[in-house]
């Protein structure tokens, strides 16, 4: 049962207002270490600088979107491993399955609740204390 | 009366929780709005616009969170449809309507919605061109997506209901039309 603190996460959207709410479920959740980036290559050169554990990030970026940058991280051995949960809209059907091939954890659909989101990250780390 | 545009007219309704993006010249979009809010965004130098119409949650404490973050969401979209449709985020504008307190004595649900989306563009860094927001009279608003333009009728009901609540950016022509353009 991992502790919430202990799980550093990045928050990808290019929507301020998108991650700030991201970041306040997360703190409420327990989360302390939490990053934020606006677009797929901005999360690339943070996480260069240091992985996280926990990648949030959503679809529909400019630059680098969503799809992109998780195979950015697959196919980056330092951050190959690291837990990455993909934000969609709900007629994303087809996203989600290609998501899936290129190795997501799970996906959560806006607009969602703390509970949501909670649910999903236990999912991927199982109970969080 | 005349129309200022040529092409045949196609006049599009947008009903709350649904959102409709247009480059096309003929296409115009209207809604009628209480406490609702619609946000109509343009890109000048791609042509295309869009609108939406919402509403958020009541404006207590807790529920402020969930109205922050459907409102994110009815926002997401319609951007996200923007920029598919060939706009730069950089480069779009805004004008936004709505919000009106319909009854005396509930909690003032437009309010808060009007209170929402002054801060969702302020914080996203999306100019606000034109407002149309509270008052105690429902409106019914056109935009044409294409060229941005927008106009504006107070709907609410008799003469002493649209003295209450005149539109605050400009006034009103005497056919009480407001040009926003």
């Known amino acids: 049962m991992p502790a919430a603190s202990t799980i550093s996460v990045l928050v990808v959207d290019d929507q301020l207002t998108m991650r700030s709410l991201i970041r306040n479920g997360l703190q409420q959740l327990g989360f302390t270490d939490i990053r934020e980036a606006s677009d797929g290559e901005e999360a690339l050169r943070v996480l260069v600088q240091r992985p996280v554990r926990l990648v949030l990030s959503d679809y529909n970026m400019p630059k680098l979107d969503g799809l992109n940058l998780l195979r950015a991280i697959r196919s980056h051995p330092p951050t190959k491993g690291l837990a990455f949960i993909m934000l969609t809209g709900r007629a994303d059907s087809e996203l989600v399955q290609r998501a899936a091939q290129y190795g997501v954890n799970n996906y959560l659909v806006k607009p969602f609740t703390v509970a949501i989101l909670r649910q999903k990250i236990e999912q991927v780390f199982g109970a969080l204390t | ?181």
């Open chain 2, 1 to 181: 009366m005349t129309n200022s545009t040529t092409a045949p007219q196609k006049k599009i309704h947008v009903i709350q929780g649904e959102h409709y993006i247009s480059g096309e010249d003929e296409v115009m979009l209207s809604t009628v709005l209480g406490s609702c809010v619609a946000a109509c965004l343009h890109d000048p130098k791609a042509k295309v616009g869009g609108m939406n119409h919402f509403l958020l949650a009541e404006s207590d404490n807790h529920a402020d969170a969930d109205a922050v973050r459907y409102g994110a969401y009815a926002m997401e979209v319609l951007i996200n449809g923007l920029l598919k449709k060939g706009a730069d985020r950089k480069r779009l504008q805004a004008k936004v309507f709505g919000g009106a307190r319909m009854f005396d004595g509930l909690s003032d649900v437009g309010g808060g919605n009007a209170r929402f989306i002054r801060k969702f563009l302020a914080d996203e860094g999306i100019p606000l061109l034109s407002e149309s927001l509270g008052g105690t009279a429902a409106r019914r608003v056109e935009f044409w997506p294409s060229s941005g333009r927008a106009r504006l009728r107070f709907t609410g009901g008799s003469d002493v209901e649209e003295r209450r609540a005149p539109p605050r950016p400009v006034k009103p022509a005497d056919d009480g039309n407001v040009e926003l353009f």
